[in-house]
């Protein structure tokens, strides 16, 4: 394997696989209580969900900083670098990284190009796993954003809630209320539409349970039934959702690759504690085949 030929660096709105290509330098989000700002290394998902229920101030994430985004750009020391960025419909961090790009133009900075993800979580965890692929294989970082949008054009990501609360406080709900409606106890299942990068809703339920069911049987929907897939799960503060999750996949589907991992404390802000989240996409990665 070839020295990477080029760095590969992305935003808090990633959520990491311990399998997968994820160990990158990160431009992290932060979360505010009110006055109180945490950086989102430096507050951990039981903490956030005991202040959900404790905290009167309802608290709102913040997008890294041109400075965060530097930092992250120059820590690779490569003379390119690839920054894989939550898509600009859910957040202002891409604009912040072209800041932090112009900021270091010049002599002996890193050529920087960047790559709008179009999603987040863990479907950007699968478009970051690509991108070390092609440096760590010696390509060139078009090379590598062909393979982004490949990986990209491939992976559906949806993720159901208990609440609609924390979305709709966070100002995050949009297409997702106007489809559930003001039946209080419907449970949206929601997926990151593609042209827009932002959220949309794909199906509901009238209980957690059926909107896991609901959830599972839109990948199955997408894919078509016995279709080999690879699945990353997400969940809150109850990992046995994503058990339920991957068990009803497994039932009609060879699953070639699965892991999962806990949605982090940023992006906890807007789901609340218990949330379930599966990105899917079919077989092998497109370099494999």
Do not use: C
């Not at 229920?53 to 690839?82: F, I, K, R």
């Amino acid at each position: 394997m070839s020295a990477p030929t080029f760095g590969v660096v992305t935003d808090g709105g990633l959520d990491v696989y311990p399998t997968l290509r994820n160990d990158v330098p990160v431009a992290p989000f932060a979360v505010n209580f009110g006055s109180t700002s945490y950086r989102m290394t430096d507050i951990t998902r039981e903490e956030l969900y005991r202040q959900l229920q404790t905290n009167p101030t309802h608290p709102t994430s913040a997008q890294p900083t041109p400075q965060d985004w530097m930092s992250a750009m120059q820590t690779p020391g490569t003379a390119e670098v690839l920054a894989v960025t939550t898509s600009a419909g859910l957040s202002g961090s891409h604009n912040s990284a072209d800041q932090a790009r112009q900021l270091l133009a010049g002599p002996g900075a890193p050529r920087v190009t960047l790559h709008d993800s179009g999603t987040l979580s863990a479907a950007m965890a699968f478009q970051v796993h690509a991108a070390v692929t092609a440096a760590e294989r010696g390509l060139s970082t078009e090379q590598a954003r062909e393979w982004l949008r490949a990986v990209h054009a491939e992976t559906e990501l949806y993720f159901t809630i208990e609440t609609l609360e924390y979305l709709r406080r966070g100002g995050r709900i949009g297409r997702v209320q106007a489809a559930v409606g003001g039946l209080l106890n419907l449970k949206p299942v929601v997926m990151v539409d593609k042209a827009a990068g932002t959220y949309t809703n794909a199906a509901r339920a009238r209980s957690y349970k059926g909107a896991i069911q609901a959830l599972t049987e839109q990948v199955t929907r997408r894919f078509g039934e016995g279709t080999p897939l690879r699945v990353g799960l997400l969940f809150g503060d109850h990992p046995e959702d994503a058990d339920a999750a991957l068990s009803q996949l497994a039932a009609r589907h060879p699953i070639v690759w699965a892991d999962r991992t806990g949605v982090n404390p940023v992006l906890s802000v807007h789901v609340g504690p218990r949330a379930l989240g599966v990105a899917a996409a079919p077989g092998a990665w497109p370099w494999e085949r």
